[in-house]
């Protein structure tokens, strides 16, 4: 047996096989293999680069993708740039850098990075947003949504970043601050450009059945899609003319309403209010705009304001007060809900603190709870206090209800949604300028799309200004046009869009990225697409993915692509955290970087190391000091080879035993994205070879297999160690190895040898052998203990021996 007398040098393997890979790339597309499309979530080009919780995503594409290419597969597996929007704008505002020259930089320098983890990436694919010959068709995407009527402008109070100086869509409020700035949002009333994405709410919340897809994203996009069934209820303002329509969910439960509540932006809010009410109610309409809408509904304390005016219940004609409170918003709804304090702890709350009468009128028993101190809201009861449906099941009611107030002329059955329109203006200079002119004859008119790009303008000014208007509005040059209906003066749009805008649609561009005529070709978008598997994080999970899913099933709907949904798969890698699940960021000053890392243990060790350290799913804390034990696995493994690669050894029993428990064991963990026990599964089988080769060696067959199993995960070594096992071939071009059940099979058994129920022993036999032979066996390893007479022998094949004594 020879013994290794080459040392591991993971930069001169590493270096030799990145450039026989760029000569000779393993994955090309010979027309004959079938596709597999796998994608990442492409970055935002920062100004940090990349750390160590980025490469995780990047890692784990690569070897799903590898893992692919091994079962025959072409893979498209590309890498681009998302790289407008306010994440390249606000580091090139803090660094004093024009965005353009700052975004440049910083692909350059993450696409190195990029390069490091040494992804099979086909580069000929890539994309950047802010190429005009991209946004080309980001903007024909818009010219068709407006001429398909999903386009409108609306002048509305909307979510405001004080900091960014920009609106902002619901989705990019967490927890009442900005998405990407953590500041403060509140409201501004401006006039906005708005994408339908309401009018495909349905399809959007039934198709998420058709996608493998983690439920807990399922849930989260139907949660924010938020559909229910009810009924829209008219009722009359006492002493007026006008009405005030609620939409409810609960319209068996009318005649508990004893109050109402407006949003404080409510068109009747101000009118509504008496002589005595009214600088309250005007006061309290000022405090609540000062308020985001994801902060109303979370306030713990309800705030409110009597406006002195009452509506009439159409059911039984009782007076029900009339209320402002901020924790109804305008645009949910009508904007109006009727109260039942008695089964809604939120009403409840309202009615105790201000003194407003509460009325049972659902009851467990069909009995009334005397000095109810909580709302009942369990959903099934009997009927009270409510005329004629006394007595009534209110889980019956509440579906016959609708109709029922229908017939009675005073309302009508309706499905109401959570989901609001998208807020698509952004009053900042860097994204796609919006391709419309504003005519005073013609009114908002597109661009021709033989015309676009519209290309985005230099300036010098690109900070925000904070006034409601994008920088561009100073450009008059550009601003100043022409009606394309009418030839008349006219002035160009003048917001951008979101970063959302080109992440919404860029996995299509991959496969035909150069084409100039058409944003897809039909033939590739039939061939190559949808996307097989999507791999990032799941903060995206209301954002780009449901965007992405509207714009997907706009193209579908006007014939660009023939499928309606973009991502099949769907898996959410977890964060790598700093010390104590601390994000890692620069403010921190807990980031790390790859780059030593690679230099110091190789990309190899590094892509092991982003695996081993927790259950890809989850969050993980990054430790620097685990890296060391993945190296000497990669260092202990390659001896291994090196010192048996020229034995003669001969196939044993068991190592074609462990050759298949080990194919069986890394595949099943790789199907079902265990990555984390992957690692640990070749640091066992490992431990294992060495144990053997130390005995009688280990066979080629079963060195190659190993060999073939690790590449995707530590590509560089396997490729040299094939090499090294006499390949002249890429390891990248063999078939995943396949295991026999059969053949993992023990040929001997281990039995627990009893005496009256009681284990005495233990012996191996063979896995057929016969009852005499066992119980042979079983009495002979515990001859000693046999004492007495033998009164029945017991074998119950492959798991238990009894002898029963007297």
């Known amino acids: 047996m020879s013994q290794t ?17 760029e000569d000779k790339p393993i994955n090309v597309n010979d027309g004959k293999k079938p596709k597999y499309y796998c994608l990442d979530m492409f970055p935002y080009p920062s100004g940090n680069g990349l750390h160590v919780g980025h490469w995780r995503g990047y890692v784990i594409s690569d070897v799903w993708s590898r893992y692919k290419l091994m079962h025959g597969y072409y893979v498209i597996h590309p890498m681009g740039w998302d790289a407008f929007g306010l994440p390249a704008e606000n580091y090139a505002i803090k660094m004093g850098v024009h965005p353009e020259k700052s975004t440049a930089e910083n692909i350059r320098n993450i696409k190195r990075q990029i390069q490091e983890i040494a992804a099979i990436y086909d ?5 950047n947003t802010t190429d005009p010959e991209f946004y080309k068709w980001t903007q024909w995407i818009f010219v068709k949504m407006f001429k398909a009527g999903l386009a409108y402008e609306k002048e509305m109070p909307i ?91 609960r319209p068996d439960t009318l005649h508990g309403a004893t109050f109402m509540v407006l949003a404080p932006e409510h068109a009747l809010a101000k009118e509504l209010a008496t002589d005595e009410t009214r600088a309250a109610v005007e006061d309290y309409i000022y405090q609540s705009s000062l308020k985001s809408s994801v ?3 979370q306030d713990k304390e309800k705030t409110g304001v009597f406006t002195g005016s009452y509506a009439i219940n159409p059911l039984n004609g009782a007076k029900v007060p009339i209320w402002l409170s901020d924790y109804v918003l305008a645009d949910y709804g009508t904007g109006a809900i009727m109260c039942v304090p008695a089964h809604d702890d939120r009403d409840f709350e309202f009615a105790k603190k201000f003194n407003i009468p509460i009325i049972q009128v659902i009851a467990k028993d069909g009995k009334e709870i005397e000095n109810m101190t909580e709302a009942y809201t369990e959903a099934k009861g009997i009927m009270i ?40 203006s952004r009053q900042r200079y860097w994204g796609e300028p919006i391709p419309i002119v504003h005519c005073p004859d013609c009114g908002a008119v597109p661009v021709p799309e033989e015309e676009l790009p519209l290309l985005l303008p230099e300036v010098e000014s690109y900070q925000p200004t904070g006034t409601g208007e994008s920088p561009l509005a100073d450009i008059t040059e550009w601003v100043n046009t022409t009606c394309p209906c009418c030839g008349k003066p006219a002035k160009r749009e003048t917001n951008t869009m979101p970063q959302w805008a080109g992440s919404s649609w860029y996995f299509l561009r991959y496969v035909d990225n150069k084409n100039k ?15 097989d598997m999507y791999i990032g994080g799941v903060e995206h999970a209301v954002l780009h993915l449901l965007y992405s899913r509207f714009y997907t099933k706009f193209l579908y709907d006007i014939g660009v692509i023939d499928f309606d949904e973009p991502f099949t798969k769907l898996f959410n890698q977890g964060m790598i955290t700093g010390k104590n699940g601390i994000k890692m960021s620069k403010s921190k000053g807990n980031v790390v970087s790859p780059d030593d890392l690679v230099r110091d243990y190789g990309c190899d060790s590094l892509r092991l190391y982003e695996l081993f350290v927790g259950p890809p799913e989850l969050d993980s804390e990054w430790d ?38 080990l194919v069986y064991d890394i595949t099943q963990r790789l199907e079902s994205f265990s990555l984390n026990t992957v690692i640990s599964g070749f640091m066992e089988y490992n431990n294992k070879l060495i144990d053997i080769s130390k005995k009688g060696g280990v066979d080629k067959k079963t060195l190659e297999t190993y060999v073939l199993l690790l590449a995707p995960f530590a590509p560089h070594i396997a490729e040299e160690l094939w090499s090294e096992l006499g390949h002249d071939t890429s390891v990248f071009a063999e078939r995943w190895p396949e295991y026999d059940k059969d053949a993992m099979e023990d040929d001997e058994v281990e039995i627990a040898v009893q005496i009256n129920g009681k284990t005495k022993g233990v012996v191996s036999i063979a896995k057929d052998a016969s009852k005499e032979d066992a119980l042979a066996a079983g009495k002979a390893a515990i001859a000693d203990k046999l004492t007495g007479n033998v009164i029945k022998e017991i074998y119950v094949p492959g798991k238990i021996i009894n002898i029963v004594m007297k």
């Open 385 to 424: 206090n409510s005329g004629d449906w006394n007595g009534m099941e209110s889980s019956v009611l509440k579906k016959e209800a609708p109709e029922m107030i229908e017939k009675m002329g005073f309302g009508k059955k309706t499905t109401n949604y959570k989901l609001r329109d998208w807020v698509f």
């Open 624 to 661: 620097d000091r685990g890296i060391d034990g993945v190296y000497r696995f990669i260092t202990r493994f390659w001896n291994l080879v090196m010192s048996q690669k020229d034995a003669d050894v001969a196939e044993t029993k068991e190592l074609v035993k462990i050759r298949h428990k």
């Open 159 to 249: 979510n405001w970043c004080p900091s960014c100086k920009t609106g902002l869509a619901n989705e990019e409020v967490v927890n009442g601050k900005c998405e990407r700035c953590g500041a403060d949002v509140t409201k501004k009333n401006l006039k906005q450009w708005m994408l339908k994405i309401t009018k495909y709410a349905d399809r959007l919340l039934a198709d998420l059945d058709k996608l493998d897809w983690p439920e807990k994203v399922k849930k989260m996009q139907t949660d924010w899609i938020g559909k229910s069934n009810g009924a829209e209820v008219n009722f009359k303002v006492d002493g007026s003319d006008k009405e005030i329509t609620v939409y409810t969910t």
């Open 5 to 21: 007398t080459v040392p591991y040098n993971h930069r001169a393997v590493e270096q030799k096989w990145r450039k026989v890979w």
């Open 295 to 297: 902060d109303r509904l």
């Open 123 to 127: 580069w000929d694919m890539e994309v």
């Open 517 to 531: 005529d058409e944003l897809v070709s039909r033939e590739k978008a039939d061939k190559y697409l949808p996307v």
